[in-house]
């Protein structure tokens, strides 16, 4: 063995620099890691036998491919002080983006975001415009991470369409097509992701790469499983997950897992969710990578064993749910919060220098342009109060909802109830209407007063017809009733019932306020999470996110 491996160094030799890079990036990409490791050990060899300071930079990039995270930070700092004294545009940009993507990788996308921008900002500096691509598109990832798919499909389309072989080879193609994808899945833009899943594919085939396939199959997965072709994307997303996790592949492992389980999910098959739902918390305790939509899974398996009222397992999950939602929520109000500072901001102020340097050329389009910036800002200003008085009334709104709700008695005596009840029963007999018999307006009432305590308005697909039939009556008698005796027309009664019960249980549930929107809605009876939220604010005359904002930063001070 010892023997076959100095042949193997030896046959290196007659290699240069930029060979032995590719040959480097052709075993790593395979994931031939001993092999990858063997040519980068002896890069940095050769790089210190010849006293070559930007090759012994190189040679340390190229090790800490194939090291734990401590070890590859070490050796990412010994590019930084080999490179210290060197003059020119490379360094030290490409030290901040290497590491920016150690971070990444290892699931800091706070220390990631923090070294993309200085990478950035020394790659400006050097006017280097290669390093700066590779800035920005990092920059983008982390965008897409934290929902903001439209801003980051803007830059991978831009460097995907408007390719320059100086920034991106056909490796760096093929992510940034692979990235809009994600992007157009994530935003609802099926047909073009589908358009760009089969162009990867046929390249995939061209190069008799194992990898992109199966990076291709879980896209694909992805996209039948937004189509609700779930029989599809199983098949699919179980063949990605089994080559992801035979190549320690963690990242794309999980996010396999994850998509499979809600495959299953639109099968309605249990079983098979929480299968692989656990597999999912097992690797998630494993690697401690982490990404938004894990919440989801959580919840769904918290709720599963709530059913099966096995207390063990459901605080269990609910012990790693609020472990991963803090460290979620941290980097998410990290990023969110620096993302605009220390990159949209800047970039939107270089752009408005850029335009101002060139309008001096041009004096009248100069005074245009200033004008037009001041109509913005004090259009932005004016919409920007408008909003903060709208958001200061929205909350005032909300709070007033959720003390009114905490007032309402839980439980009446008897006795009030009776009294109420009679009190009822005397105004209904007051209220005669033309042309309905007494008794059908009573039987009506009581149906109504079933229809509401067994909540059978969270019932989808409810019409003022379907209820009628559904209490032996006709809409006209119903209609009636419920216009005289409610004081309004069914959809209003309908939306009430249905609003009110959701500022009650969003107030005492606080796993339904964990929910995404649209399982919100669908509990509560709407066809989408549109229809609920206008429903909300039509009703309440406040947001559905206000409403929940002050619900939590009352219970969090409480």
């Not at 800091?108 to 050097?126: H, M, S, T, V, W």
Request: glycine share 2%.
């Amino acid at each position: 063995m010892v023997g076959a491996q100095n042949n193997n160094i030896d046959s290196l030799s007659e290699f240069k620099y930029s060979q032995l890079k590719n040959k480097f990036y052709d075993y790593y990409d395979h994931n031939q890691f001993p092999q990858s490791e063997q040519i980068a050990k002896y890069y940095l060899q050769k790089a210190k036998k010849e006293k070559n300071v930007l090759e012994i930079a190189e040679g340390y990039n190229l090790i800490h491919f194939n090291r734990n995270f401590s070890v590859a930070l070490k050796y990412v700092d010994s590019i930084a002080a080999t490179t210290k004294d060197i003059k020119g545009s490379l360094y030290p940009a490409r030290v901040y983006l290497i590491k920016g993507n150690l971070y990444y990788k290892n699931d800091n996308l706070k220390a990631a975001l923090d070294n993309y921008i200085l990478g950035l900002k020394y790659a400006k500096e050097q006017n280097d415009e290669k390093q700066t691509a590779y800035a920005n598109m990092n920059i983008a990832y982390i965008n897409s991470y934290i929902g903001k798919n439209v801003e980051a499909a803007k830059i991978f389309r831009y460097y995907l369409y408007n390719r320059n072989n100086n920034i991106t080879d056909d490796y760096q193609h093929n992510q940034m097509r692979i990235a809009l994808i994600s992007c157009y899945l994530e935003t609802g833009k099926l047909d073009s992701a589908n358009i760009l899943i089969k162009e990867g594919q046929r390249d995939a085939l061209i190069n008799k790469d194992k990898y992109d396939p199966n990076l291709y199959s879980y896209l694909l997965g992805t996209y039948n499983l937004k189509l609700k072709k779930y029989n599809t994307a199983i098949t699919k997303l179980s063949n990605a997950y089994a080559y992801f996790t035979n190549s320690n592949e963690n990242n794309n492992a999980s996010y396999a897992l994850y998509n499979l389980g809600k495959a299953y999910e639109g099968l309605k098959n249990k079983k098979k969710v929480v299968e692989t739902y656990t597999q999912l918390d097992f690797n998630v305790q494993k690697t401690d990578i982490t990404f938004p939509e894990l919440r989801n899974a959580y919840t769904y398996l918290i709720d599963y064993y709530k059913e099966k009222n096995d207390k063990e397992k459901q605080l269990y999950y609910i012990d790693h749910f609020l472990k991963i939602d803090k460290k979620l929520d941290e980097q998410f109000e990290y990023l969110s919060t620096e993302l605009p500072r220390k990159y949209d901001t800047p970039n939107l102020l270089q752009e408005k220098e850029n335009i101002i340097n060139e309008l001096k050329k041009k004096k009248f389009l100069f005074y245009l342009v200033i004008g037009i910036m001041t109509l913005l800002l004090f259009a932005l200003l004016f919409l920007y109060c408008k909003s903060r008085k709208a958001e200061r009334k929205h909350r005032k709104i909300a709070q007033d909802l959720i003390h009114s709700v905490e007032e309402r008695p839980k439980i009446q005596p008897i006795a009030e109830v009776e009294e109420i009840l009679n009190e009822e029963s005397i105004q209904q007999e007051e209220k005669v209407i033309k042309n309905i018999p007494e008794e059908v307006i009573k039987s009506i009432l009581k149906e109504l007063q079933n229809f509401e305590k067994k909540q059978h308005f969270l019932n989808k697909g409810i019409t003022l017809s379907s209820l009628a039939q559904s209490i032996n009556t006709n809409t006209t008698y119903l209609s009636e009733v419920i216009n005289s005796h409610k004081e309004k027309s069914f959809t209003t009664y309908l939306n009430d019932l249905r609003i009110d019960y959701a500022l009650k249980r969003l107030v005492e549930d606080k796993w339904f306020r964990s929910y995404k929107l649209a399982v919100i809605a669908d509990e509560l009876g709407y066809n989408n999470a549109q229809a609920f939220t206008a429903a909300f604010k039509k009703n309440t005359q406040t947001t559905l996110s206000a409403y929940i904002k002050e619900i939590q930063k009352k219970q969090s001070l409480n």
